[in-house]
């Protein structure tokens, strides 16, 4: 599943808005500027980083999911099996090794993965990482109850049977059954020599090796494994251990068993890394603007009414980015609630995209009208799917009334129970609680009424994603957004469009195409030959396109800045974010 | 005296008892799942249901609340089998978005607050006091005049504005006094630091608070001038001086301390603001969060901490008036 | 006899907003040692603030005063009116004190006794405690507070209203004065009190010597211990003389006025009060002429048109017993025959 929280955050402040684009995609990457990165890298110094955010989402590696906390954590202090490529550019999100040497063995189609450990990494208390330790570590998500909101696709992959209710028969080292602990370690296995792990699936899983690049799949020492408070203060296996955690700030410094030659991707530069939490926005934002801690780099995007300063004003001299991010925002149909296709395509129609982008702020900050469900970020899997956005003929950004009409005219006849209903009392779409809600509620209403389409919204305070997961309580819509946990359709489709993918609001499963479509993701996952599968994903977004199970909205954007003596900065495609792994300062 | 405070402080129980049950039942009535709130965008119903077992949101409301007062007294465990762990007595329960027992972060939080409030409020005092009495002295003279641009600038302008300008220019934009990361440092460890960390927001709660504090005192002094007691020192030859500083400070500044001591259990309540734009750790900050959060034990603690200080401050207060005025018998 | 007090020619107004108010117009007034003169008359009339002002407790930055008012002290004489404040100050309190009507809200509640006792003296006599410290029991004692040692260490509030009255009365003492000016001393006591504090303050007079300078409403206190009376009305003295004057022969309406107000203790069938009609003039626009005249019910007694054209000056057929009034002072007695022959 996605990097929700730290998103979630990003949709909140970009004004939860957005929602629709014009343009195709806004290029306009703004980056440091040459003359900088010639400049030969410094060692020393302390980096700073400033966020708003009282805490990092996670520490605990079987709990990082967020995208700005998989980029900082595995840049200095969590390494991972394998990891994309620290460069700028596309090829960034091809895989290299890291604690492995090499980037997995695959055998028996893809059910089994085969890493073996590189010699000489070490704990940052000494010890020697082994596959024991690996393997413990695995084991940890399989108690969700204790380290939740960490990627859970090992759950679903490793061959472990499951019980009458679905869940695993492994419930996790704290808590598990003898049975458990046995199928466990038949599908996890360390070679004798402790430096080789075998994992074994139950399915064909093409693109296993990408799920190691997060630290779910990270050494964790059983002796040393605190439970939930392990998210306090993790064991270092990166060149950076954690010195103070605490509510003012976060404080890394070098960890003295690191060292260089088995680590062939980090090149730790500063001294000592220093997160300082929960600044006000504003100040901030001015800290960068004025430069008055040129080592600082802002872990936020700047407040909307800051972006001119920072982009369009020479004065600013710091580093700046503003680049496309893999987020999607999409609303849910509930289509056991919508099963009238008509409907939900006139609704799509219908809806006044431009109106909602003009209302964000515009494309130059806050993103592009949806092409496809998978990001075009995701250069394999991406293709404009022909339904969405501007490469249907039918698609304008204010809304296609003329389309709309004539789909509710036919709606009138073909479903005429649920065109009474929509055109009456109205559907309902569940969204999160909002300021901008007030604003952007009327641009809707206006925009669906021209068909006759009356919405209702129902606004959710807290606990939002658990009050439209649960079907009960799901109403006909569902807002939400989701990102690719790597260049991956696999970490997209299956997830959001199939019910064990864990993400499924459309409620998908009853519709005539739902088997076939079923059996198309099964096979794509199992595809092992990356462009046959990328034709698969292609294929299937179109075919889910068309059924409208779900309503695009935008592809969000996102913006970086620092001051002027941060150096070495790129935008690093795997995560979205900086590449943490390559800073240095100046002074 | 003792019969009186050990009174008050049997009634200082049943308030706050009262208080955590309030909570308690505003939660309770809360359309919310407690358990559905405890993870993100993944939680299926499975690790719902498992988190609500392992809270203890299964059970009965009086029997959670029950389990809160238990745990105030003897500690509670978390959790089980290896992954469980022990908040120690006085336990306020666990805050699973900080990892860490909520009397634990009250520990941290609490000197912080305490070092923003006593440091503000000396401030104020000294401000607010010496101004007031300034302009009641020279009453309708320049010092009044001055002193009521004073007030009408601190009334004026909210808490943010000020803050935010102290910060953004005095810290970010003349570096008079560099913003800090390193995070709080104890007056006793490292007093400059001490004073460098927390003179900005003393300073925006003391122009705040000193202005009203400057209106109160001129209007308390005047009207005390008015008393017959101050027409007897006259009488008596007294000089002005004297009147002032013997026969009317003292009475006029009384209630001053009722008002003080009544802001002061307001900011341990959390000076949120000040907390918020100084980047400040402290109780307002972590209320506020936990609100936010739905992070109901922390919400329960700073409730009742907010609760007792009013209660104890007004304990204080009580004591206090007995020893400045001889009428009041306790 | 010796001038303690001579007030000659005191006039006293406020400025406000709407006009000045006249609280005292043209008074004058001397006041004998061994002497008690008692200033009559309605609130609002100016007696408080003429007290006030013969002490140089009115406000400098509020208050315009002319005339002057005399007091000897040792060698030199100091007019209130026209000195040095300083100097004022320092005679307050040593060459004259004064007592209030409310002696619970004029003691310092927060203060013992005995140290608000030494204080007047120490103002006087700085750094001798120990002899403050002495004056103070012994002046309690003269008052007639039991124990007066023990109860110099108490707070105001535990004493009995007349017994504070007692301490205020020990407080005015302290340094001895010369003149006693005493605001509706007995005003808030009790009836029966009254009489003990009104004895003590005729006991007290005689051992010091005291010219005391009484400021009442309440005839009755006026009737047992002055000795000459001044009856005011709208910041004029309207009527003075010695007691027996003022009660056995007034010769202003007012003072007619006054005493028939009077509730009086006769066997036999009740009389009916009899209350002056109408209001106390506004300070600010008095009326022309005589300022009682709109509630005088004898206004036709006098010559047509003179009342509400001429104040009537202060005068009288003996220089001790002056009033203001048109009416023809040979006529007064038959126009005021109804008044039962005062109390």
Request: proline share 6%.
């Amino acid at each position: 599943m996605s990097r929700n929280t730290a998103r979630r955050k990003v949709v909140a402040s970009l004004a939860t808005v957005a929602l629709a684009a014009t343009v195709a995609m806004v290029t306009g990457s703004v980056s440091a500027s040459a003359a900088t990165k010639k400049l030969t890298p410094q060692t020393g110094g302390t980096l700073t980083f400033l966020t708003h955010s009282p805490r990092l989402d996670h520490l605990d590696p079987t709990r990082i999911y967020t995208g700005r906390d998989l980029a900082f954590e595995t840049a200095y202090f969590v390494r991972t099996l394998v990891s994309f490529k620290h460069v700028a550019g596309p090829t960034s999100t091809s895989l290299v090794p890291d604690l492995a040497t090499n980037t997995g063995v695959p055998s028996n189609s893809a059910k089994q993965w085969r890493f073996t450990l590189r010699p000489g990494s070490k704990f940052q208390d000494g010890k020697d990482i082994t596959c024991a330790d690996v393997k413990y570590g695995v084991s940890r998500v399989f108690d969700q109850t204790v380290l939740g909101d960490g990627p859970t696709y090992m759950i679903n992959w490793l061959d472990i049977p499951v019980d009458k209710s679905g869940s695993s028969i492994y419930q996790g080292p704290f808590s598990s059954s003898a049975a458990g602990i046995a199928a466990f370690d038949k599908a996890v296995i360390c070679s004798a020599d402790n430096r080789t792990i075998t994992f074994k699936l139950g399915m064909s899983v093409g693109d296993f090796n990408y799920l190691l690049t997060y630290p779910v799949v990270s050494p964790v020492q059983k002796a040393h494994d605190l439970g939930d408070k392990y998210d306090l203060s993790p064991e270092a296996t990166g060149p950076y251990m954690i010195k103070e955690n605490t509510s003012a700030h976060l404080m890394l410094v070098r960890n003295p068993n690191w060292n260089k030659s088995s680590d062939p991707i980090r090149t730790p530069y500063p001294d000592q890394i220093l997160l300082n939490y929960g600044l006000d926005q504003q100040v901030q934002d001015q800290i960068i603007l004025s430069d008055s801690v040129p080592n600082a780099m802002s872990f936020d995007a700047p407040l909307p009414t800051n972006l001119k300063a920072f982009f369009e004003s020479s004065s600013f001299k710091g580093g700046k980015l503003n680049e496309d991010t893999a987020f999607v925002g999409y609303i849910a149909f509930n289509v056991k609630k919508m099963p009238c296709l008509q409907i939900r395509a006139a609704m799509y129609y219908a809806r006044n995209a431009k109106a909602l982008l003009d209302y964000a702020g515009g494309p130059t900050y806050n993103g592009s009208y949806t092409t496809s469900l998978t990001s075009p970020l995701n250069t394999v899997d991406y293709a404009a799917n022909g339904v969405w956005g501007p490469p249907n003929p039918d698609w304008k950004p204010e809304g296609n009334v003329a389309k709309a009409q004539a789909l509710m005219d036919e709606a009138k006849t073909a479903c005429p129970s649920e065109y009474k209903r929509v055109t009456t009392t109205g559907v309902t779409i569940d969204v999160r609680q909002s300021s901008t809600l007030t604003d952007t509620i009327p641009i809707n209403k206006a925009a669906f009424a021209r068909v006759g389409i009356v919405v209702n919204y129902n606004p959710i305070s807290a606990g939002y994603y658990p009050t439209v997961m649960n079907a009960s309580k799901q109403n006909d819509l569902s807002n939400s957004g989701w990102s690719q946990d790597w260049p991956n359709a696999s970490t997209v489709i299956p997830p959001l469009y199939t019910p064990e993918g864990g993400f499924d609001l459309s409620q998908n499963t009853g519709e005539a195409i739902y088997p076939a479509f079923h059996a198309a993701v099964l096979k794509a996952i199992g595809t092992s030959n990356r462009a046959a599968q990328a034709a698969q994903w292609k294929a299937l977004d179109k075919q889910a396109a068309a059924q409208f199970w779900v309503l695009p909205t935008l592809g969000i954007k996102t913006q970086v800045v620092w001051g002027t003596g941060v150096q070495g900065a790129y935008y690093w495609l795997p995560q979205g974010e900086p590449d943490y792994a390559k800073l240095w300062v100046t002074k | 005296m003792l019969t009186f405070v050990s009174r008050r402080l049997v009634y200082a129980a049943i308030t706050l008892l009262i208080v955590s049950m309030a909570v308690y039942a505003i939660f309770a009535i809360l359309p919310f799942d407690p358990a559905a709130l405890t993870c993100g965008q993944h939680c299926t119903p499975l690790v719902i249901r498992a988190n609500r077992i392992k809270l203890g949101f299964d059970k009965p409301l009086w029997e959670q609340y029950w389990m809160f007062l238990h745990g105030i007294f003897a500690g509670r465990t978390y959790g089980v089998g290896s992954a469980a762990f022990h908040c120690p007595a006085p336990a306020f329960g666990y805050s699973f978005n900080d990892n860490m027992c909520v009397t634990e972060l009250l520990q941290q939080k609490l000197p912080i607050t305490l070092s923003v409030a006593i440091g503000a409020l000396i401030l104020w005092l000294i401000v607010g006091v010496g101004l007031g009495i300034l302009a009641a002295r020279f009453k309708g003279r320049w010092p009044d005049t001055a002193s009521s641009v004073f007030v009408l600038f601190g009334t004026s302008l909210p808490v943010f504005v000020t803050g935010l300008f102290l910060l953004i220019w005095v810290s970010i934009k003349w570096k008079i006094i560099p913003i800090s990361f390193l995070g709080y440092v104890s007056v006793f460890s490292d007093p400059i630091g001490f004073v460098k960390l927390f003179i900005l927001p003393w300073i925006t709660l003391a122009f705040a608070f000193a202005a009203l504090y400057t209106r109160f005192t001129r209007a308390s002094i005047l009207e005390t001038l008015g008393e017959d007691y101050i027409r007897t020192a006259r009488a008596k030859g007294l000089s002005e001086k004297k009147v002032l500083r013997i026969h009317t400070f003292r009475a006029a500044l009384a209630p001053i301390v009722t008002l003080a001591s009544l802001d002061f259990a307001g900011l341990i309540g959390g000076a949120i603001l000040t907390e918020t734009i100084f980047n400040l750790p402290g109780i307002g900050q972590w209320t506020l969060r936990s609100v936010y959060e739905f992070n109901l034990p922390v919400v329960v603690c700073t409730t009742i901490l907010a609760a007792g200080v009013v209660i104890i401050m007004n304990l204080i207060v009580d004591m206090l008036y007995a020893v400045l005025d001889p009428r009041v018998r306790i | 006899m010796t001038s303690l007090l001579e007030i000659s020619n005191l006039r006293v107004s406020f400025p406000t907003d709407d006009g000045d108010v006249h609280a005292v117009d043209n008074l004058s007034l001397t006041l004998n040692a061994g002497e008690t003169v008692a200033i009559v008359g309605e609130s609002g009339s100016g007696k408080t603030v003429t007290s006030l002002s013969v002490m140089g407790l009115h406000n400098p930055r509020s208050t315009k005063l002319s005339g002057s008012i005399k007091i000897p002290d040792g060698d030199q004489v100091i007019d209130v009116v026209n000195d040095d404040a300083e100097k004022v100050r320092n005679m307050r309190g040593r060459v004259m004190s004064m007592i209030f009507q409310d002696p619970m809200s004029s003691l310092h509640p927060y203060f013992r006794i005995g140290k608000q006792l030494a204080e007047a003296y120490l103002v006087h006599n700085p750094g001798k405690k120990e002899e403050a410290r002495k004056r103070t029991v012994e002046m309690l004692d003269l008052v007639g507070i039991p124990e007066p040692a023990k109860r110099a260490k108490d707070y105001p509030h535990q004493f009995s209203g007349g017994m504070r009255q007692r301490v205020m009365i020990a407080m005015a003492l302290m340094n001895t004065p010369r003149v006693l000016i005493a605001d509706e001393p007995t005003t808030a006591l009790d009836v029966t009190v009254q009489a003990q504090i009104l004895t003590l303050m005729q006991g007290i007079q005689k051992e010091f010597n005291m010219g005391i300078l009484l400021i009442t409403h309440d005839l009755g206190v006026v009737a047992a211990i002055a000795d000459r009376v001044s009856v005011m009305y709208a910041g004029n003295i309207v009527e003075q003389g010695s007691a027996d004057d003022i009660f056995y022969r007034p010769m202003a309406p007012y003072t007619v006025g006054l005493l028939n107000s009077v509730p009086k203790i006769t066997y036999g069938e009740k009389q009916r009060l009899q209350s002056i009609a109408g209001q106390p003039p506004s300070l600010i626009n008095l009326p022309s002429g005589c300022a009682f005249s709109p509630r005088c019910t004898y206004i036709e007694n006098a010559p047509a048109g003179s009342c509400a054209a001429t104040l009537p000056d202060l005068v009288g057929v003996s220089s001790s017993h002056v009033s203001r009034c048109h009416i023809p002072e040979s006529d007064r007695p038959q126009v005021f025959s109804h008044v039962a022959g005062g109390k």
